[in-house]
């Protein structure tokens, strides 16, 4: 029976369990630790990424990023207002960061994007500049950047959202300064930049059969033919829950067919918040919808979510109103999405159980202090005395608890239950609070309950 050496292991241990649970077999004694989506990924032939911010790679996030995915999208680092906001002067260091962190991670990375109409610098939009100027200033920035990575990143979002819906060409200062061209000629300027890295279209609402992906299809099918070095297309898939296009995986199939790799490359799956279980079902169900597309076909290569985690999207800020797009909350718990991609992905379905888990929450915070949460949970487990264990990761310290009784020596943290609240049943939970002092950070740390 394979149920018996993990009984044994459950006796032995009964009660160990953590924050961030999926991200060691080790850190989760009590329970069988998930497959990582990248493992899932690479058995399936498929790359398995997550857009990142580069000062976040630490910790829980850093841990999650670096275990979880096989390639990493800079959110914003190598866009050209990030890299060149003054012109002349450069700033590498964010996407520095994420591209040494990949490597050090075994990670592809996208390099995301070269030509876009959004947050280019503002001497750049502000400026007046002739046909000739406009030319010379875009081959530059990829020549420079494209030329600074060279070798080390192994696909670049060349040009992004270069339509209106309607599939006509959007009127960005590239469109209307040089014309189509810009888009044969910044792909161009790219080969020449790195040989080896595969260039992309990227644009948004082209995931489904439509005027807009018809457009797409169209220009690369002419530039492949015309001999423009394109490899793929960038489908972006930031999505609304429960409309996953029931062409996906037909589209994707149709440019495969052109001889082109796919890559979904920003996916998320957005909700009108609050979130409840009923939507977070729909969402796994969508998740799960679009990662099976990109598995029928061969050559779709990436799947990459828009940030992994809801304390780390773009949407809550972007819609009002709509938020837990994310395959992990802001807890860094894996939610029913993560577990329609796994599942897809021929990986688990549901997150284990027989087990209890620490959630770690700041609850509020100060200039120099703040109010944390911990809640244990137990379901096909329980407990009946627990004692919460964690290291600060940055200089933290707990000044006062209740519902618990907490030390700390240096770094490290031991909070043992009360003597009112030791018991945690099968299904229920129990909470207790802190008051803490930090400067300079404030990162959530991995929380172990034995
Ligand atoms: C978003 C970032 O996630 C945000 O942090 C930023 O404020 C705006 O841009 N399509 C793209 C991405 O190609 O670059 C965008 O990223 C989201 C939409």
Known sequence: MRSSPRSRLSALLAGAVTVGALLTATATPAQAADTPLRDLGTAKGKVIGTAVTGSKLTGTYGDLAGTQFSSLTPGNAMKWGSVEPTRGTFNWTEADQIVDFAEAHNQQVRGHTLVWHNQNPNWLTNGTWTPAQLSTLLQNHIDTEVGRYKGRIAAWDVVNEPFNEDGTYRPTLWYNGLGVDYIANALRWARAADPDAKLYINDYNVEGVNAKSNALYNLVSSLKQRGVPIDGVGLQAHLILGQVPSSFQQNIQRFADLGLDVAITELDIRMNLPSDAGKLAQQKADYKAVTAACVAVARCVNLTVWGFTDSDSWVESTFPGEGAATPYDANFQPKPAYYGISEALGGTSNPPTGACRATYTVTSQWNTGFTGNVVISCSGAALSSWR??????????????????????????????ASYNGTVPDGGSVSFGFNGSWSGGNPVPVVTVT
Do not use: I
């Open 388 to 417: 919460a264990t964690w290291t600060f990761g940055a200089g933290q310290a707990v000044t006062q608890a209740w519902n618990a009784v907490c030390t700390q020596s240096g770094a490290a943290v031991s909070c043992a239950n």
